[in-house]
């Protein structure tokens, strides 16, 4: 069976779209797992994450060169173990590939604090599982009067939101694939930010594209089809072709397939 030209022009301009978008520019992002302030003798993870599968991250402190990592499945991961007021301060990587620098991250800014304040609470509202298009709620909870928290998403740089005390909740009127991930919150009193809590348990949201897993096996389902109508289509062609014995010993003159 020989595929119409049609068909494989828009094969051939499918694959080279793709080449395309994977030759790109490289993007570099950093963030802190756990995220949040440290407490002094804490331990967290600078990751840095790019999305190739070779090279080199350099991580920076104040413009100065620190570390240096090869990717492993896209992140560098450069850990902090008992933590110090030396820790803190802007960290950035650079990916870098045969000795060249091709991204830089955005700017992390590490903080190492005491924790004074009682632990927060995090919920979320329906639940962990939603629907795309939800209204989720999260809520976090600490016994402290004039407390404002910082939700964090792990993986990002900044906070996604501040609560305040009088507040108590951060709302997302529509969610979608963008905002699942793991969430927490971390509490601060003082306009200076002097006074901290740990941080809270971490929640996993997850968000159900409904829209997109019908959409999906429909076209699943029509690509099965039309595989099929080719099977069916192949196996007449194929029975036609036959060319029985007739009478007397003649056979008839076998069929032929035009090619393009």
């Known amino acids: 069976m020989v595929l119409p030209v049609t068909t494989v022009l828009a094969f051939g ?22 995220p949040g302030v440290i407490p002094p003798g804490g331990s967290t993870t600078i990751c840095c994450s790019c999305q190739r599968d070779e090279g080199n991250v350099v991580l920076y402190k104040d413009g100065k060169q ?15 173990s008992n933590a110090t007021q030396k820790d803190a301060g802007p960290y950035s990587c650079h990916y870098l590939s045969g000795g060249t620098v091709l991204a830089r991250s955005e700017t992390l800014e590490i903080t190492v604090k005491e924790f004074s304040l009682p632990r927060p609470v995090l919920s979320v509202m329906p639940g962990l599982e939603v629907a795309a298009g939800a209204y989720v709620t999260f809520r976090c909870t600490i016994t402290h009067a004039r407390a404002g928290c910082f939700l964090y998403l792990e993986g990002h740089n900044k906070a996604p939101d501040l609560i305040h005390k009088d507040q108590d909740d951060f709302n997302l009127p529509r969610v979608h694939k963008g905002n699942e991930g793991r969430y927490s919150c971390q509490c601060y009193s003082g306009a200076a930010l002097m006074e901290w809590s740990d941080v809270s348990n971490s929640l996993d949201l997850v968000v159900k594209d409904y829209t997109w897993s019908n959409v999906g096996r429909l076209v699943l389902g029509a ?5 099929l109508g080719l099977i069916v289509a192949e196996d007449r062609h194929s029975l036609r072709c036959i060319s029985p014995v007739g009478r007397g010993g003649h056979q008839a003159a076998p069929c032929t397939q035009s090619s393009l």
Do not use: D
């Open 13 to 34: 301009t499918w694959l080279l779209a793709q080449s395309e978008a994977a030759a790109g520019a490289p993007t570099i992002s950093i963030f802190l797992k756990p």
């Open 66 to 80: 620190l570390r240096s990592q090869e990717l492993r499945e896209g992140r560098a991961k450069f850990p902090i």
């Open 223 to 227: 690509a099965v089809l039309v595989l």
